[in-house]
């Protein structure tokens, strides 16, 4: 098995196409931003700490989080924990990558991972739940939710919020509803229906009885497990095993 | 322990929460590398993959408002008429607009 081959072939022309796709939701995630930025100066942020955080942190949810826990001086052990709690998904957002990322030499693969955010993953992750090996999303659609993120934190810090009440608007459902538009377009089958099923009552569970923030890794996980049992007849007759896929 | 919010503390806590994240974005995949991919282990991430999704809707319908509901609520109901991502999402955030206003 020759393991240094990269097989993967990253298309720049699509890199764009992906880049105009996610255009749309990413007008969402100016909203978004500019939210953030506003949270963020009435904290005490300066507009430039506000816009460096985006820049470099890119993760809103933690972000949020983070400056709620603001003050005159800010406890390191609970921010990281926030901070690492909320965006704990990404572990797994990426981990459900690799059988695509192996075939990409390294430097690019972490290179790619910076870009790494829900609305991308989420695309990708569907395109090859359909077959199609989609990375290129990765790159393209986190870059223009990367630059929309800068920009919305930019107009939040510098005018203010855009919308007075943004919730008035449904936007605070953007990614709720762009979540779900992604699951329903995959693949269904009787299986990722039971995985579904248990996802949904773990992270509920987890939700109500654990700390706050863990219950996506904790649904996600065990929705996963449900995967691990029960194996799809494709993944089980591509491999190795005849015997799994005459018994199928 | 805690940082001061000057102009180098808030720096400081900017480059630890990028770390923190940072070490997210990578970890799940830097793990990965040392796992063999077979077929069970390939089953296993692809159903989590698609469990992420739901394990961030359930709880956000559960807790989330009426408004909130009602955005999910058409979202799938759109989608699943038209299996169109945009317009199923115009669709939600209508309907939390809507209901929110009324209610």
């Known amino acids: 098995m020759s393991t240094l081959s990269y097989p993967y072939q990253f298309e720049s022309r699509k890199v764009w196409s992906e880049f105009f796709r996610l255009f749309p939701i990413s007008l969402f995630v100016v909203a978004f931003g500019a939210a953030f930025g ?3 100066i009435q904290e005490g942020l300066t507009p430039l700490q506000s816009i460096l955080m985006s820049t470099t942190v890119f993760a809103g949810a933690s972000q949020f989080a983070a400056v709620d826990i603001w003050g005159a001086e800010v406890s390191i052990l609970p921010l990281v924990a926030v901070v690492f709690a909320i965006n704990s998904r990404h572990l797994l957002m990426g981990a459900s990558l ?3 990322l192996r075939e990409v030499p390294p430097g690019r693969r972490y290179a790619l991972l910076l870009l ?3 609305a991308n993953w989420a695309v990708s992750a569907q395109d090859y739940q359909n077959g199609r090996r989609n990375l290129e999303v990765i790159v393209g659609g986190g870059l ?3 630059l929309a993120w800068i920009i919305g934190t930019a107009l939040g810090v510098y005018f203010g919020g855009l919308l007075q009440n943004p919730k008035a608007f449904g936007l605070d459902m953007v990614l709720g509803c762009f979540m779900l538009a992604m699951a329903l377009g995959g693949r269904k089958s009787p299986r990722v229906l039971v995985a579904w099923s248990v996802a949904a009552v773990a992270s509920l569970a987890a939700w109500k009885w654990l700390p706050p923030n863990m219950h996506v890794v904790v649904g996600a996980i065990a929705g ?7 194996q799809s007849p494709e993944t089980a007759s591509s491999g190795a095993d005849e015997e799994v896929a005459d018994g199928h | 322990m805690a940082i001061e919010t000057s102009p180098q503390g808030v720096l400081a806590l900017i480059a630890v929460m990028t770390v923190v994240t940072l070490i997210t974005r990578f970890g799940g995949v830097f ?4 796992v063999r991919i077979n077929p069970r282990i390939e089953s296993f991430i692809n159903t989590m993959a698609s469990s992420v999704l739901i394990a961030i809707i359930v709880p956000m319908a559960f807790s989330g408002d009426l408004g909130a509901v009602a955005a999910l609520v058409a979202t799938a109901a759109a989608m699943l008429a038209f299996q169109k991502p945009l317009p199923a999402i ?3 955030l209508l309907a939390a607009a809507l209901v929110r206003y009324l209610v």
Do not use: K, N, R
Not at chain 1, 224 to 230: A, K, N, P, T
Not at chain 2, 31 to 34: D, G, I, L
């Open chain 2, 31 to 34: 793990v990965m590398s040392f």
């Open chain 1, 144 to 146: 223009v939710l990367w």
């Open chain 1, 224 to 230: 996963g497990l449900v995967g691990l049992i029960w």
């Open chain 2, 90 to 92: 115009a669709a939600g």
């Open chain 1, 38 to 40: 506003l949270a963020a």
């Open chain 1, 98 to 100: 690799y059988p695509m």
């Open chain 1, 116 to 118: 790494l955010t829900d």
